[in-house]
């Protein structure tokens, strides 16, 4: 009922899914060798911008029996990626009482014969502890990339947001992983012009964009959530100065994560083959798919043009890099057929929707561009 006020419109609701996990749903599928794992919904935190917790309540966590089994079925199918979801992911854990549950989790994935790539989405900073980042360094199928949402630069904005972290710890993360897995890619979300934000504060922002060396960014436009604390707040922030910020935001966020992708120009990648990643693929006659480390890399398929399907796997050299994406134009080093690939080639590639437990869609809305590429 309170999501149907909310949204101004009629709701179904699954319920079987209001009371337990429900076991035998189909799993989201993007394609034969990608899939989507809910380990939890709903949230415990009350940040003042968001209307999830009063939509979805407290969180809700499965059993990791059942997330492994779902994974092992998916790789049965051929798939290589998993992406495990939570509104926090890395809290998962907090109903049955284990603190470590997420890094076992992570852990109990490498075991899983065929399982190639390991990502999850979104961690708060507030529950992100050691265990975590050692499970990320020392799993080997777990990916080197980590999307941890920033929102703002600026400690007075971040309290006004309820967000229960400071920049300082923000960073110290950060720092941690680096140090733990030196090519860790980072990325973020920024919300710029939430109410009471002062000059001071987006700048900020921008000082911390540029020391904390993101590898992407979803920039957004703060805007009221009817339902949220945030949407009754007084100083809420005039549009055309929200907007100059926003452009501001964008292009510092730019140049941070060109300077980043260079470093990448003539290191050797390995790219899952993706389909319609590259919007110039057919005119350009290149390939496109993701680095472990969430970058989209376009690359020439070379002598293998013809041979390269979706879910294969080839290593390629970077010969350029834009703030967005990488470039290899030169003759792949390697290219491997899997079992994704052979589904592919088969016709057999489902796009399910499946039941989503009440997730928000991962990524931009349609109507928002990342300023730099993830996942």
């Not at 979801?85 to 549950?101: C, H, I, K, P, T």
């Amino acid at each position: 009922l309170e999501r149907a006020r909310h949204n101004a419109e009629a709701q179904v609701e699954i319920l079987e899914s209001l009371e337990v996990f429900p076991s035998t749903l189909p799993t989201r599928r993007e394609s034969t060798y990608s899939g989507w794992v809910s380990i939890s919904v709903g949230c415990n935190n009350t940040c003042t911008f968001c209307i999830v917790p009063a939509l979805r309540g407290k969180e809700r966590d499965r059993r990791p029996g059942d997330i492994l089994a779902e994974i092992r079925a998916l790789v049965a199918e051929g798939v290589l990626e998993v992406t495990l979801l939570g509104q926090n992911v890395n809290s998962y854990g907090v109903e049955f009482g284990d603190r470590y549950a997420f890094s076992k989790l992570l852990r109990a994935c490498g075991e899983i014969e065929g399982l190639e790539r390991v990502r999850f989405t979104s961690p708060h900073p507030r529950d992100f502890t050691d265990d975590v980042i050692a499970a990320m360094a020392e799993t080997p199928n777990v990916c080197h990339s980590l999307h941890m949402p920033l929102q703002s630069g600026s400690d007075a904005v971040l309290r006004a947001m309820r967000r229960s972290y400071r920049v300082e710890r923000y960073l110290d993360i950060l720092n941690k992983v680096r140090a733990a897995m030196p090519d860790a890619a980072i990325t973020t979300d920024i919300i710029v012009g939430f109410p009471g934000e002062t000059d001071e504060d987006f700048e900020r922002t921008l000082e911390v964009v540029r020391e904390a060396r993101f590898a992407a960014a979803f920039t957004f436009q703060y805007s009221k959530r009817p339902g949220t604390p945030a949407a009754e707040m007084p100083n809420q922030v005039p549009k055309e100065v929200v907007q100059e910020r926003y452009d501001r935001l964008v292009a510092t966020v730019e140049e941070v994560t060109w300077a980043e992708n260079k470093k990448l120009v003539g290191e050797t990648v390995e790219v899952l083959v993706a389909v319609g990643e590259g919007r110039k693929d057919q005119r350009t006659g290149r390939m496109s798919g993701r680095a472990r480390d969430g970058r989209l890399v376009h690359f020439n398929p070379g002598s293998y043009a013809g041979q390269i399907r979706p879910g294969d796997i080839v290593h390629t050299t970077i010969t350029y890099a834009a703030p967005h994406h990488l470039n290899a134009d030169g003759e792949p080093v390697a290219h491997r057929r899997t079992r994704a690939g052979d589904v592919y080639e088969a016709g057999r590639a489902p796009r399910t929707s499946g039941v989503m437990l009440g997730m928000p869609t991962v990524g931009a809305p349609a109507s928002s561009t990342p300023t730099g590429s993830r996942r």
